[in-house]
């Protein structure tokens, strides 16, 4: 099984605040890897798929970039709407796996 | 409007069996790969199950194989996963998800509640 290892587990930020999260893959996977925010209560949404490309309706200050099997997350500018755990998903080989989350909490 | 929404989850005793139902509105399930993703009590996301679109080809994690048993119905546009021999490991809230661009997840349900205890 491929290996999803996600930091940091919590990060504190303040409005306005760039924000990055980074998952390391435990083999390649090429690009696929999808980035997920999830509310307290609430399904997951989808920010970001194939490493970089911006799911519709998703604002642009979420980005994704990938360096072998280096990918991160980059919240420029951060909003009170985007408080809440984030998760990488890759998307090459069953079974899937996601990373065990970072929590993006109000400084 | 692309929905999802699961029913079926419960309480049931270790070694039970519950069946849980993903009625989709909005698109066809027969196009799309589907899943079911769980979250157990304050923990993280785990992948369940998929089934693909073109061949009906099911994936499981190792945890479930061999007892969870995931497929679709598509005259009724929903996506089921039949639950045996459940551990309390398999407590948690259970989501169905729709596949975009393979196995990216776009479309999620609320997800229902599976409770195995004594």
């Known amino acids: 099984d491929i290996q999803m290892t996600q930091s940091p587990s919590s990060v504190s930020a303040s409005v306005g605040d760039r924000v990055t999260i980074t998952c390391q893959a435990s083999?390649?996977?090429?690009?696929?890897l999808a980035w997920y925010q999830q509310k307290p209560g609430k399904a997951p949404k989808l920010l970001i798929y194939?490493?970089?490309s911006l799911q519709s309706g998703v604002p642009s200050r979420f980005s994704g970039s990938v360096s072998g099997t280096d990918f991160t997350l980059t919240i420029t500018s951060l909003q009170p709407e985007d408080f809440a755990t984030y998760y990488c998903?890759?998307?090459?080989?069953?079974?899937?796996?996601f990373g065990g989350g970072t929590k993006v909490e109000i400084k | 409007e692309e929905q999802l929404v699961e029913s079926g989850g419960g309480l049931v005793q270790p070694g039970g069996s519950l069946r849980l139902s993903c009625a989709a509105s909005?698109?066809?399930?027969?196009?799309?790969?589907m899943s079911w993703v769980r979250q157990a009590p304050g923990k993280g996301l785990e992948w369940v199950s998929g089934?693909?679109?073109?061949?009906?080809?099911?994936y499981y994690t190792d945890s479930v194989k061999g007892r969870f048993t995931i497929s679709r119905d598509n005259s009724k546009n929903t996506l089921y996963l039949q639950m045996n021999s459940l551990r309390g490991d398999d407590t948690g809230v259970y989501y169905c998800?729709?596949?975009?661009?393979?196995?990216?997840?776009?479309?999620w349900g609320k997800g229902t509640t599976v409770t195995v205890s004594s």
């Open positions: 998800a729709k596949g975009v661009r393979g196995w990216n997840m776009d479309v």
């Open positions: 194939a490493a970089s």
């Open positions: 909005g698109f066809t399930i027969s196009n799309s790969a």
């Open positions: 089934i693909r679109n073109n061949d009906d080809t099911t």
């Open positions: 998903q890759q998307a090459n080989s069953f079974p899937l796996t």
């Open positions: 083999q390649g996977i090429s690009r696929w």
